[in-house]
C-alpha cells in the first residue's frame, strides 16, 4: 500500500501561540511530508510495499540493511501520533481514567509531569518523549532519532517530539519553554484516554 500524509486533526495556526502556523506548516508539510515520500521510495517494488505501516516497523526494527526505511516508516507514525496528542485549549490536569492512573502509577500529577518533562529535557539530540503501558503500568521513556515503542512492544499513550524541528522556530533553544507550553496547553487528554482501551 501507498503510505499516506494524514492531514493535520486542526488547522495550521490552531496551535498558536504556543506553536505557531509557521512551525506546523514546516513541520507537517515539509517534515513529516518528507518522511512519508522518502518511504514510498524505499519500499518500492519490495515485499514490504503491500505491508501496513506498523508491519513495516516491527518487520525492520534491529536490522542494519534495512536502517533507512525503519527510519523513515517509525518517523512517519510518531509524527502521526505527536499531532493526535495536541489540541487546541489543551494541557493542564488529566482526565478520567489517565487522571486515576497517573496518580495510582505516580503518586499525583506533579511527579509525573516532572518526570515527564525531563524526559524530554535529557533526551540527548533528537528524540521523542512518551507515556507508554507496559504490563498494565504507566512508564515514561525517551527514545532517540526515529524509535518509536511500538517496536519494541510497548503501548503509546502520549508523545512529544523534542527534535528541533519541532520548536526551533519558536522557541529556538528554548526545549524547556516548549516542553512547558505543550504540558499546559496543549496535551490532548481524551486523546491519550482512547488509547488507554
Ligand atoms: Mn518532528
Known amino acids: 500500500m501507498t503510505i499516506i500524509l494524514p492531514d493535520l486533526p486542526y488547522e495550521k495556526d490552531a496551535l498558536e501561540p504556543h506553536i505557531s502556523a509557521k512551525t506546523l506548516t514546516f513541520h507537517h508539510g515539509k517534515h513529516h511530508n518528507a518522511y512519508v515520500t522518502n518511504l514510498n521510495k524505499l519500499i518500492e517494488g519490495t515485499d514490504l510495499a503491500s505491508e501496513t505501516l506498523e508491519n513495516i516497523i516491527k518487520k525492520t526494527v534491529n536490522n542494519a540493511d534495512k536502517i533507512g526505511i525503519f527510519n523513515n516508516a517509525a518517523q512517519v507514525w510518531n509524527h502521526t501520533f505527536y499531532w493526535q496528542s495536541m489540541k487546541p485549549n489543551g494541557g493542564g490536569l488529566p482526565t478520567d481514567d489517565i487522571a486515576e492512573k497517573i496518580n495510582a502509577d505516580f503518586g499525583g500529577y506533579d511527579n509525573f509531569i516532572e518526570?515527564?518533562?525531563?524526559?524530554?529535557?535529557?533526551?540527548?539530540?533528537?528524540?521523542?518523549?512518551?507515556?507508554?503501558?507496559?504490563?498494565?503500568?504507566?512508564?515514561?521513556?525517551?527514545?532517540?532519532?526515529?524509535?518509536?515503542?511500538?517496536?519494541?512492544?510497548?503501548?503509546?499513550?502520549?508523545?512529544?517530539?523534542?527534535?528541533?524541528?519541532?520548536?526551533?522556530?519558536?522557541?529556538?533553544?528554548?526545549?524547556?519553554?516548549?516542553?512547558n507550553a505543550f504540558f499546559n496547553n496543549l496535551v490532548n487528554w481524551a486523546f491519550v484516554n482512547s488509547n488507554l482501551v
Open 115 to 179: 518526570q515527564l518533562k525531563n524526559a524530554g529535557l535529557t533526551q540527548f539530540g533528537s528524540g521523542w518523549a512518551w507515556l507508554v503501558m507496559k504490563n498494565n503500568n504507566l512508564e515514561i521513556i525517551k527514545t532517540s532519532n526515529a524509535d518509536t515503542p511500538i517496536a519494541h512492544g510497548l503501548k503509546p499513550l502520549l508523545t512529544v517530539d523534542v527534535w528541533e524541528h519541532a520548536y526551533y522556530l519558536d522557541y529556538q533553544n528554548g526545549r524547556g519553554s516548549y516542553l
